[in-house]
């Protein structure tokens, strides 16, 4: 896509999204070009799926750039990834992978910022906690345990589906987990973001609740997956 066409859908979307929520670019299998493009228009937060990818780009785009890890993440690309200082790590999708990411975060001596990732969707591949497992993890207590990661949130997608109720539903479902962990565990500081919807849901993400939307291909087309 042009970058012309890409601060034009920027511009667009500015207007329309509510003050107070706040927009990650999605930005994976997408040339740098495309991300300054972004960045010439103020864009600064971006999202990558792939560590590989992010290290390649975080090394060349500008220091400003905030950087939010999105995709499933492999516990052998951990260090690679908090090597990276990405601003936030969105995909938390186990508790295996949260004791990785802590671990090698007070190795570099870094706090790492992360979200739990939620699965609420009717696909089966998708990755992440129930609510269930989720609110269990938080009534334990079991993250006081952490020595140099803070969990900001959560984050969850829809069902992919064209039935708009059910992803309202879905939405619901995330942000309602995470009032009922706000509410059962008070003590927890820092525990403000919901990260759902994308470029095909986001209003209704926003309608349920969104602090972060997650959008790329409204921004910068269709990927080209290479
Ligand atoms: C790719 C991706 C997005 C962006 O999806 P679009 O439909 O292109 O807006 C959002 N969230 C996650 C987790 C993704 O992997």
Known sequence: M?????RKNIEELRKEIPSGVELVAVSKFHPEEAILAAYEEGQRR????????LSKKVATLPKDIEWHFIGHLQTNKVKMLTACRPALIE???????????????????????????????????KFGFTPEELIEYFREKR????????????????????????????????AATFRQIREENPDLRGFDEISMGMS????????????LIRIGTRIFGEREYK
């Open 2 to 6: 042009k970058s012309s066409e890409i």
């Open 46 to 53: 971006f999202g990558e799926s792939r560590v590989q990818e």
């Open 91 to 125: 995909s938390v999708d186990s508790e295996h992978l949260l004791d990785a990411i802590d671990k090698e975060s007070e190795k570099a001596g870094i706090v790492s910022q992360v979200l739990m990732q939620l699965h609420v969707a009717q696909e089966e591949t």
């Open 143 to 174: 993250y006081e345990k952490l020595k140099a990661t803070h969990i900001c949130g959560v984050m969850g997608m829809a069902s992919n589906t064209e039935d708009r109720a059910r992803v309202c539903e879905d939405f619901r479902r995330i």
């Open 200 to 211: 095909g849901d986001w209003p209704a993400a926003v309608e349920e609740g969104a602090t």
